[in-house]
């Protein structure tokens, strides 16, 4: 691969709580990654193809440390239960659906075309149990151009008989098997797996201990869900009396951080003794405001977590969450953010703007490396916004456009430009 430029007005957080604005600046893309921005192109890139986006502007791709696939096809219905509630009427009998390849497809299918037009550039996803239909939604994930990590669930309990599979250990062949094929049969570039047990009350502990196993032995990162809603948390402890925490439940398997690169979904609820784990163990929360308001889950204390420096990024947790969109999330984190400084605690600061972007670009791309700020040998993912058609009669500055273009809801209409690692998609 070689080199490229785009021009326009850069927005980037390459740090937390501040901000980078470069007005009609050129960006330098070489072999993937950005080599610099500039306001004056150096001699040395001027024989670089160059695409002026004249007065957009561009800002790093959004990265969703957590969605459903399966459950994209009925986001937006059913939002009147708890998780628990939820999970039994809505999720589970969608994702038994997925037994059956031409449904997959399809539903899959619809799923990979709205990431691909999203706002989206890196995603870390959920599938369901099924092997068959995990490698379809690989397959069409790859050819969205989005880089990603796709789990085939584990699930060996409390589940309906379709999705709850033939024990621990059919579960971990299983995964086994998947992981196989995944590595030799297909030649996936941009999509990789990632272990994936659904969380402590569907998964046993011979499964967890098998699952830890597996997870060393391919040194694949791992995803779950922790300390979400108040019932579910509840019912961990009562499943393992013994843990002093939720997620000690998945440390003593080795699926919580350290060596394991781990993202663990909402810890809403996660106790001084957890919240410190997560921090001692580099674990990544992916903060989920527009599930936890329409699961009725409660609000993460997301500054508790920025204050101890523990890595957070945000996930639309499609279909707790309704839409794919992470322009959302942003703004929804910074309202939920302001409620819970309001009716919770006066200490926690509500999130800056600055602050909800960085998670959603720079926060969630961590996990991915060197991913979402236009910083020199970081990789070139960019989207260009074209915010025009919102006129407004007074002047306005990039910042206050950008910041604008999230509100408004932007992703959907704005996008003109979409650049995974130095590919246009
Ligand atoms: N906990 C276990 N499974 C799920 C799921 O599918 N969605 C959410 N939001 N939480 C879960
Ligand atoms: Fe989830």
């Not at 994702?95 to 075309?113: C, N, R, T, V």
């Not at 001084?272 to 527009?290: L, Q, S, T, Y």
């Amino acid at each position: 691969m070689s080199g490229f430029i785009i021009r326009g007005n850069i927005y980037h957080t390459p740090v937390i709580g501040s901000y980078e604005v470069r007005e009609h600046a050129f960006l330098v893309c070489e072999n993937g990654k950005c080599a610099g921005i500039y306001e004056e192109l150096p001699d040395y890139y001027k024989d670089y193809p160059l695409t002026d986006y004249e007065d957009a502007l561009i800002i790093p791709g959004m990265v969703d440390l957590h969605i459903h696939a399966p459950q994209f096809a009925f986001r937006g219905t059913g939002m009147d239960s708890e998780l628990m509630t939820w999970l039994k009427e809505q999720t589970f009998p969608e994702e038994e659906k997925y037994a059956d390849p031409d449904y997959a497809h399809l539903a899959y299918g619809i799923f990979a075309e709205k990431m691909k037009k999203s706002a989206t550039t890196r995603a870390v996803i959920f599938a369901t149990i099924h092997k068959e239909a995990t490698i379809q939604l690989m397959e069409l994930m790859e050819e969205t151009g989005l880089i990603s990590y796709v789990g085939k669930v584990n699930m060996d309990r409390d589940a309906p008989p379709a999705l709850k599979e033939k024990g621990a250990l059919f579960s971990t062949y299983d995964t086994i098997d998947w992981i196989d094929d995944v590595r030799t049969q297909y030649s996936f570039e941009r999509t990789k797996p990632i272990i994936t047990p659904r969380f402590i009350p569907c998964c046993s502990e011979t499964l967890l201990d098998q699952l830890g196993e597996v997870r060393r032995l391919y040194d694949l990162p791992v995803q779950s869900h922790l300390s979400e809603n108040p019932g579910e948390v509840e019912l961990v402890h009562s499943l393992m009396p013994d843990t002093a925490f939720y997620g000690d439940g998945y440390d003593r398997f080795g699926l919580f951080g350290g060596e394991a690169r781990t993202i663990m979904a909402h810890c809403t609820y996660s106790t001084k003794e957890e919240v410190e784990r997560i921090r001692k163990n580099g674990v990544w929360v992916a903060h989920c405001p527009n599930s936890n308001m329409n699961l009725a889950s409660g609000i993460a204390p997301i500054r508790r977590y920025l204050t101890r420096r523990i890595r957070v990024g945000l996930g639309s947790d499609v279909a707790g969450g309704q839409t794919e969109s992470i322009f959302r999330a942003v703004t929804d984190a910074i309202q939920v953010s302001k409620l819970y400084w309001r009716y919770i605690d006066p200490k926690a600061r509500p999130l800056a703007f600055c602050e909800a972007f960085y998670l959603a670009t720079r926060g969630g791309g961590s996990f991915f490396g060197r991913v979402g700020s236009f910083t020199r040998g970081s990789a070139f993912d960019a989207l260009v916004l074209d915010d025009s058609s919102d006129l407004h009669p007074q002047p306005m500055g990039v910042r206050e456009r950008v910041e604008r273009a999230f509100y408004l809801g932007l992703d959907t209409s704005g996008i003109i430009g979409k650049y995974v690692a130095g590919r246009k998609i």
